[in-house]
């Protein structure tokens, strides 16, 4: 079945320690995103990739940092620079940029500094 | 700034009773898409509901219709018949024609009660 899997579920991170989140489609979907979600503040986005080999930066970029050499895959790396990491990571992808159909998520990983 | 507010962040419903969230959005533009997602528990994003701004019609999906004021920029959800599943949180979603995400609301937690 066709899907986004994002990995792990749970992540525990050290102070200083860069981490990073896998998020791997197989839909062929063109467009991929990384929302973080806190209580009280929705979805808020970070990066977004419309296509392979080129991305940007979201709303709160600033401490995450993201690739996309291949279109199923687009793993986000929490930086030590992110001084408030600890939270819940949704990765999204939809067929195109413009997601007139919406998206379809992952399961996403819960980040939790140590 | 294309911004979208849910103005319930909580609400309280018994099973078998109607429920209606509310959304409203701000955007310059004509043509756009809105959604509602549900949360549950479990934390999977689900789409419940999808609109076209160009269609007046109000979409329907079983229990789940919504209200589309396109001139007072208004989206709500209407939930029928409310089920003890339908207990999670609802976020309202917004993308417009040249957008590249989604602009998600801050979301209505949504508690169906025998």
């Known amino acids: 079945d066709g899907g986004i899997t994002q990995s792990p579920k749970y992540l525990f991170r050290k102070e200083g320690q860069n981490v990073t989140l896998s998020c791997e489609q197989n839909l062929n979907h063109d467009a991929m995103y990384w929302y973080r979600q806190d209580p009280g503040q929705g979805l808020r986005l970070i990066y977004y990739s419309q296509i392979v080999n080129d991305f940007q930066k979201g709303d709160i970029a600033e401490g995450y940092s993201v690739s996309r050499e291949k279109k199923e895959s687009f793993p986000l790396t929490v930086t030590s620079a992110q001084k408030n990491p600890t939270a819940f990571y949704l990765c999204?992808?939809?067929?195109?940029?413009?997601?007139?159909?919406?998206?379809?998520f992952g399961s996403g990983t819960r980040l939790t500094v140590v | 700034a294309q911004t979208v507010t849910q103005s319930q962040p909580e609400m309280s419903v018994q099973e078998a009773e109607t429920v209606t969230l509310s959304c409203t959005y701000d955007?310059?533009?004509?043509?756009?898409?809105l959604f509602w997602y549900k949360q549950p528990p479990s934390r999977q994003m689900i789409l419940v509901i999808r609109q076209e701004a160009y269609k007046q019609q109000n979409a329907t999906e079983n229990r789940f219709s919504v209200n589309f004021q396109k001139a007072a920029k208004s989206f709500s959800l209407k939930i029928s018949d409310s089920q003890l599943g339908d207990t999670a949180m609802y976020f309202c979603?917004?993308?417009?024609?040249?957008?590249?995400?989604?602009?998600f609301g801050k979301g209505t937690s949504l508690l169906v009660t025998p």
């Open positions: 979603a917004f993308i417009s024609n040249s957008g590249y995400a989604l602009n």
């Open positions: 999204a992808s939809s067929m195109s940029g413009t997601a007139p159909y919406g998206y379809t």
């Open positions: 955007t310059s533009e004509s043509n756009y898409y």
